[in-house]
């Protein structure tokens, strides 16, 4: 089973029209060779004048694309239209021309990248995506850490015992959390938690929107 993911982009030059497309594609309002192309379920997204159609394959990505482009035609609509895959080392949607990496240096240019960007993010909003929690045994135990971690340049926010420490991705906050675990005494707690703060609320309007041929 394939565990790549493909996306139709859409920017619209009419917000408005937005919702007329939309519409239409949630209400399966095509015709029947387009059902069939299609394939079995797309999931289409909008967010003001940019549509995004979901797809497992590049197949039903394309035929998607091509149904899309002819939706535009009829109604007369200018758009941008392209097709996008998912890098998930980097996570990321890049355009369908750029292929996943194959090889270990390229797998660790992807991270890098991703841990860049992540770093700019936290750089420019000041929180980080994953919080290293530390739990410790006294005060001065715990200042003396946030102290030495604040030294090797990692985002420290203490509160009395407790020690939260940014990480930019899931594995490098594992990896200071295992660290950690390693250095302190058995008494001091530690775990990793995604960042609530980073957690983005839904801008989409989700339209299921499964299409069966006759």
């Known amino acids: 089973m394939s565990e790549e993911e493909w996306r139709v982009e859409v920017e619209l030059d009419d917000e408005q029209a937005g919702y007329g497309l939309g519409e239409r594609l949630r209400s399966r309002d095509l015709g029947d060779e387009a059902r069939q192309r299609l394939g079995r379920r797309v999931v289409v997204s909008r967010d003001g004048s940019r549509l995004f159609l979901y797809a ?21 609509l200018t ?18 021309s750029i292929p996943l990496p194959q090889t270990d240096a390229e797998v660790e240019e992807e991270r890098r990248r991703m841990e860049k960007e ?24 715990a200042a003396e850490l946030a102290a ?26 594992n990896e200071l959390a295992g660290r950690l675990r390693d250095e302190l005494s058995s008494d001091a707690e530690v775990w990793v938690e995604a960042n609530p703060e980073d957690v983005r609320s839904p801008v989409f309007v989700l339209l299921d929107f499964r299409l069966r041929g006759n």
């Open 56 to 76: 497992a394959t590049e197949a039903n990505a394309r035929e998607a694309e091509r149904v899309v482009r002819d939706l535009l035609a009829a109604d007369r």
């Open 79 to 96: 758009a941008e239209v392209g097709v996008t895959r998912w890098h998930p080392i980097e996570e990321a949607w890049k355009d369908a």
């Open 118 to 141: 992540e770093l700019r993010e936290a750089a420019e909003d000041g929180s980080f995506d994953w919080l290293v929690k530390v739990h410790l045994p006294s005060r001065a135990a």
């Open 148 to 173: 030495q971690l604040e030294g090797d340049e990692h985002s420290v926010h203490r509160v009395w015992r407790y020690l939260e420490v940014g990480a930019p991705t899931e594995e490098r906050a």
